[in-house]
């Protein structure tokens, strides 16, 4: 059982409530989607298989015993699942970085689901699957990555409507040089919901073009 990666690395995760842990990062080749704001177009193609057992043979070498599987789009491979249940096997805390397009069912329970609810601004709206939002747990995370206020103000009334904010970490994500991160805190604060800035720690730390970080 093998699945195509473009990359495997160490570092810092930039991301989510586990921001600022230190994860070993396995990035799956392949995305449905063509976001207008992809920081990551050289995972749309290429890479090279790798069996699930030398996955998690990498994952367990380094000390931080947490695993985020990304891309691309990681549902597009069949064998992305099994890879979630055995590293969870392992002993890792499991992560999931998926777009928010394809079914989420038959994840193994015990990995950690961030799912992007993608706003207008990116171009991909019409792909979110909103059956989605029903199967997450407080184990869960949605992000919502946000071009202007107008995003922001829809990221809103998604949220009200599904009434998330009762049930899950929420992360309002500024596009990296685009919307200035004292902006997104602005509106955050503005909105008294409990929502998180998620500002991309890793593009502070080492510029938004570097690769394996």
Known sequence: MSVK????????????????????FIRLTGCNLRCRYCDTPYAYEGGSQMSLAALVKAALTFPGRLALVTGGEPLLQAETLPLLSRLAEAGLTVLLETNG???????????????DVK???????????W???????PLDEIKFVVSDHA????????????????RLPLLISPVFGQVPA???????????LPLRLNVQLHK??????????
């Open 5 to 24: 990666v473009c990359e495997t690395f160490y570092s810092i995760l930039g991301e989510s409530t586990f921001m600022g842990q230190p994860a070993f």
């Open 101 to 115: 397009s394809l079914p989420i069912a038959g994840i193994d329970p015990r990995v950690h689901r961030i799912l």
């Open 119 to 129: 706003c207008p601004g990116s171009g991909m709206a019409e792909h979110n699957l």
């Open 131 to 137: 059956d989605n939002l029903g199967l997450l747990t």
């Open 151 to 166: 995003d922001f103000a829809w990221a809103l009334e998604v949220i009200r409507e599904y009434h998330l904010a009762e």
């Open 182 to 192: 004292q902006e997104a805190a602005a509106w955050i604060l503005k909105s008294r």
């Open 204 to 213: 502070y730390i080492w510029g938004p073009e570097t690769r394996g970080v």
